[in-house]
């Protein structure tokens, strides 16, 4: 398929990306791409960023069949524009798609459009240091149709967003407050899948947390209440004993492509990973006896999210002195060093936009 | 607040209600009425049906903060129009709005729009016996923002539907699949709120039932997997040895309306009623002796849907030899009757639109 591309006339100014909001800006133009059961993905085009019209009876609006993906784009300091792992984006995207009955779109493709996309929009991306282009790409169903049915038509969409550094005055290990009333998943549920009710459902849990002076929460699984799941929208890793936890895919955590690569990091570097349930109990008792080293979040926005302190009820664990690990700096370092081209990519797990 | 009414110069031709598929055909005006944090719910209006504008970045395409509610219009012999108990949909509609951190609207002032807006599309209240008018007010999060946080602006918004008859053939027993393997809600999850995400989440199992041939999901709950949630998006009761149980609300089942008004019925009518929670292994067991005399679902569409086989694995129930029972019957009687004005109102359910 061929991407038309229609630019607008009206470049906006480019904003320092360090004096905004998160996801508040967006370039010049979009990626848009249509689906019918009919033709299936058709019309693949850049255009000018603008408005979406849908039918007030579009079924986005009412059953929520909609999936998302987050990634980002990042300037070298030779002036090169690096994805980091964007296949994995795309793959992940398909399998939330699977989940949520939405028709599968060509991967390959989809990234051929991104690298087009942000081609046309190079100028948008940040170059000072820490700032990057935020890339949301995301699914529709836009059939007007009150049916509980899936959408006969779809939407897919990519739109860009400069954004700041994450962490603008040093890396600040956070508090973290365990959830026991709501629940983010289930097995069986939606969990794994990047679609939208999984978020806007755990606004609850976070108000709470917010309000008792923890800036997020963790989720323990919804069947027992015991195991840890994810902290906030981050995977969540533990280091005990000199040895890695991080709970392990159950169909309801989220396959973070940052949990994959920590992962897949940890390994070189010859330290034991385990992909397994872990209790909170554990984690208490691995406090309690000084073997709980680090705790850390780990996503797109944030990368490395050291986590210092953890509550729940009476209970209240500080971990490394609420510094951040040692092995969480390094972590953190490689992996922001490969994303933007400071350090040798070993691994091949970035992709040049040409 | 005053409804600022701009009626439409160009008014669609009127189908036959039964000739049309459900929820695909919407009448010629919309209400609409706008939030803003400053402003709390402002500009209530009612407009000429038409698309809505939104930024790529709409918190309701990337965070699902979105909640609807169903209901209808009757036309009765006489005449009249009838809303059937349109303040708890209202009332429903401000709980999802708390779980999904959607700002409340004022319940009265709904009713009164969604009035003004069928008084104006008196005419689409389809007369025929068994049509109806379909009534659907959604909220949803407008912000243009990727942050993981509640939209600070949302639309509330009503559409209207003419709808055939939900029975064109008679009432037909349905034929339903246990699953186990897909989750619909778990405790402290969304299930007894109307948000889309639950609705979409729900499509892969209804994809397996229909394969498998039969109509409809029966949802078990998402810990134990082991006792009666709903079936498919309705309520479900089972009359058991001359009483009648019904899942209690334990927050991942939804709180139907018709599934409130049939209990106060049967109470009315001096059946026994119990709602509690009830294990497959009862039902099965029940059928086993001879106890379990019908079975059925409940909802807005349908009304009631009587259950004729239940099938899990291996095992199937045959309930009241695939025929509506009598009690089904006479609740569908009655509650359609009550509906249309064709029965007295005695529990004063009914708000007629002058």
Chains 1, 2 share one sequence.
């Not at 929520?64 to 990042?74: C, D, P, S, V």
Request: aromatic share 10%; charged share 20%; net charge negative.
């Amino acid at each position: 398929m061929n991407i038309e591309i229609d630019l607008t006339q009206n470049l906006k100014s480019k904003p320092n990306a360090d004096q905004i909001a998160f996801g508040t800006i967006f370039t010049d133009h979009m990626f848009v791409m249509d689906y019918s059961t009919e033709k299936g993905w058709y019309d693949p085009r850049i255009v000018p960023y603008q408005p979406i019209a849908l039918d007030p009876a579009a079924m986005i609006f009412h059953y929520g069949q909609t999936i998302f993906e987050g990634l980002k784009a990042y300037t070298t300091p030779d002036d090169r524009i690096l994805l980091f792992r964007p296949e994995k984006n795309f793959r992940r995207l398909n399998l939330s798609a699977d989940r949520m009955s939405i028709p599968a779109i060509d991967e390959q493709f989809a990234l051929a459009g991104l690298q087009k996309l942000i081609e046309v929009e190079k100028e948008w991306v940040p170059k000072a240091v820490g700032n990057s282009l935020y890339i949301r790409p995301f699914i529709i169903g836009t059939e007007p149709n009150l049916s509980l049915a899936p959408s006969k038509t779809y939407q897919f969409i990519i739109i860009l967003s400069p954004v700041g550094s994450y962490y603008k005055d040093g890396i600040q290990p956070i508090k973290i407050h365990v959830e026991y009333e709501y629940t983010r998943a289930v097995r069986g549920g939606t969990g794994f899948a990047k679609t939208a009710g999984n978020y806007a459902a755990a606004y609850k849990a976070q108000e709470k947390a917010t309000t008792e002076g923890y800036s997020q929460v963790l989720w323990l699984d919804g069947i027992e209440k015991k195991y840890i799941e994810e902290v906030g929208s981050m995977n969540v890793f533990f280091k005990i004993n000199g040895e890695v936890i991080t709970p392990e895919l159950n169909g309801s955590i989220l396959e973070g492509i940052t949990r994959m690569s920590i992962i897949e990091l940890l390994k070189g570097w010859g330290i034991t990973v385990i992909e397994r349930r872990i209790s909170l109990e554990e984690l208490y008792n691995a406090a309690n006896c000084g073997e709980l080293e680090e705790a850390f979040g780990t996503g797109t926005a944030a990368v490395i999210s050291p986590i210092g302190e953890l509550n729940w009820g009476n209970r209240n664990i500080v971990i490394n002195k609420s510094e951040i690990g040692s092995l969480s700096q390094k972590l953190y370092d490689t992996l922001t060093g490969i994303q933007t081209g400071k350090l040798e990519d070993l691994n091949g797990w970035t992709v040049e936009v040409k």
